[in-house]
């Protein structure tokens, strides 16, 4: 596949000017996609200038696959320095023993630990769950012929599922909700940083670490068929695995896998509205929807960019990554690649050139993949099914200024209730 975009003359032409534009929600508009493929022509080799380092950015499909299998870089601890996260109370000291920011070979051995909770069967078995939850969302908000599908919807969804796969009880969704948006606020890059917030952030990993260390010690006496039991067990044979480091586990399960997957399904549902012949195909050949959402997830990625650290120099298409220089994937750019996608910005459920980087490659590849599958699976073919008249209730929608985790602040829909 070789083909490609046009260098537009309505966007800018200086590299710098189009990262900075890459990076500002007001500039970037409803434009984030055109203006990666006006990077990646004009600046396919381009390392910027940012307050916290000079990092390398990458655009094109071909320089994403060699270079995140390349062992020269790595994904650790350097990302939370790098980006300034603020003092070192409980937010910071917890980041540091999350298994995504652990040196390579702590991270290998947590990763082995921790993957025997996340088989595709045990995420499976949480399916029926999924299925009950989204149809009982629309239920009750059919009768009001609408509802803000990010907030009614999206985000009911992921939060509840990661409190049953953690053996968390329904009742305690609400505090925990209230923690996790708290720890959120304070990871976000487009939230100024403050003492407000920073203490804000901290307190709620406190309560995290209370109520988790607490669940622990329940599941110790008495175990469940749940992903806390099943950690107390693989701690028996691993005393390598402490309680803060099966917190911080839980923990992390919240950061990555609560706003990504909702703002997927958002997406995935404005994508259909936008696209009404992609959802009658939907409609009609529902079996194709496990291929379908690897195209939701290749058309707009909710993680658009992730940040890796070369650990030794390496040549780059001429040039130099120097050790220690920080790599930036933007997976938006990559999956939209014209070298690698037929058309790529036209959604196709029935896309035969189908692969994405939405969940990353190699030793971090997602830890939550197929939660987050099932979960998208099952709240778009509910959309599709129940709701097939599905419209936007007004123009009135935009995406939260966040890149990193990149998803829609609302949208407005309606439908008719019959
Ligand atoms: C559509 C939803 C999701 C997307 C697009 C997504 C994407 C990603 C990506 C790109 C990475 C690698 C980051 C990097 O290399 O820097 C990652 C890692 C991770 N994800 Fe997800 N994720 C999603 C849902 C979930 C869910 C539901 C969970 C768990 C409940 C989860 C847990 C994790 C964890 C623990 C890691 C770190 C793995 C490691 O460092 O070894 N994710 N995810």
Redesign the pocket.
Known sequence: MSSSVPISDALPTDPGEIFAHIMDPRKRRRKLVALYHQLRNVAPVYQATLPHGNPWIVTRWSDAETLVRDPRLV?DGRLVDMVGLGNEGAYVQNMRRM??FAPRER?LRL?HLVNRGFTVGKAERLRPGVRELVGRLIDERWDAGGMDLVADYAFRI?MTM?CE?LGAPVEDVPTIEGWAAETSRRGDESIELTPENETAGDEATEGFWRYFQDLIEQRRRSPRDDLISELVEVQKSADDLEDLDIVATAI??FQ??HE??AN?IGKAALALIENPDQSALLRERPELIAHATEEF?RYD???QL??NFADADVPFHGRTIRDGDPVMLF?GAINHDPERFAEPDRLNLEREDLAHH???LG???????S??RI??QEAVSALVRRLPDLRLASDDWDYKPQLHLHGLESLPVAWAAH
Not at 363 to 369: E, K
Request: glycine fraction near 8%; include cysteine; aromatic fraction near 6%.
């Open positions: 994904k298994l995504a991270h990763r992921p990661i796969l992390l399960l990555a896998g990504t997957t997927m997830l990625t909710p993680v992730s940040v997976r939405s969940f990353g030793a971090h590849f997602c830890l939550g993949a939660l987050a979960e998208i």
